[in-house]
C-alpha cells in the first residue's frame, strides 16, 4: 500500500503537499475531535524537539476538526503540518494512511499519537534518543491526562491497569507462538515510534478498524517476528484520554482492550 491510495482523497490540497516530510514524521488519526484536537497540535508545537512533519489524518469528521486543523497550520507557518483525508472507516486505515504518508514522501522515522492525547514536551527529543539507540520500535509510556477531572487514587488505578494489562499481554496466548525472536511488548497506539524501514519491511497497522482488531498489538508482534530492536521508553510520555475509562468503568474498559469481551454500543466515545 502508497500514499498513492490516499492522494485522491486529500483534504486540502494545499496543506497536504507532494513535497517531502521531514524526516521524522508524527501521524494524529482523527475523527471528531473538534474539541481536543487543537490541544494536541498545541502540545507538538511546543516540543523541544521540532524537526518533524505531522501528517493529521481524518477519517470522516463532521464536525468542525479539519477547520480547526486548517486554521492552526495558518497560525504556525512554522511548523509542518499537513492534512489528508482517509475514507476508510477504523483506526488502523487511518493510523496506517498517516505512518505510509511518511514513508513514500521521504521519512526515516515514524511516530504516533492520537488527537485526543497530549505529548509531553520532550516527546519527539525522547524518541530520537532513543532510535539512536538502536531501536527500531519503540513503545512510550502513556500516562492519564491531568484535565480531565480524575482523582489521584483513579489515576493510580488507571496506571496500574497499563501495567496489570502489559503483564498478561506477555503471558496471553493469542500473543505466543513460532517464529517470535522476543517477548511482546505492549504497544500503545498513541505513543509509538518506528523506523520508517521497519514499517513497510512489518506490513505497518492492519487496516482495520478497532471494533474487529487491535492495531497496535497487531503492529507489536509483526515486528516481534523480524527484530528483538524494541522495546518500552518509560521517559517517551504521552497523556492519554481517561474518556472511555469515564463512560465504561475500568474494568468494562480493560475487557474491551484485552480481547473485546466487552462490545459497547459506541466505541467512538465523545
Known sequence: MTAGKTQPGLSNPGLASTRPTQPLCVAVPMLNEEKLVRQTLESLAAQEFKDFTVVVVDNGSTDSSCDIVAGFAAEHPDMDIRLVHEAQKGTGAAAD?????????????????????LAAPDW??????????GLELIAGQLNPRLDEEITAGERRMMLLAVEVASFFGRIRPGNKGEGYLGPYQMLPGCNMAIT??????????????????HEDRALSNRVRKLTRNYALRRDVVVFGSSRRVKAWGLKNTLAWYADHRYRPDHVDIR
Request: with cysteine; glycine share 10%; aromatic share 10%.
Open 97 to 117: 494512511t498517516g505512518m505510509r504518508f511518511g514513508v513514500d514522501h521521504g521519512a526515516v522515522w515514524l511516530a504516533r499519537t492520537d488527537s485526543d492525547c
Open 196 to 213: 520508517a524501514e521497519m514499517y513497510h519491511r512489518s506490513g505497518g497497522f492492519p487496516r482495520s478498524r478497532i471494533e474487529d482488531l
Open 124 to 133: 519527539t527529543a525522547r524518541i530520537m534518543a532513543a532510535f539512536d539507540d
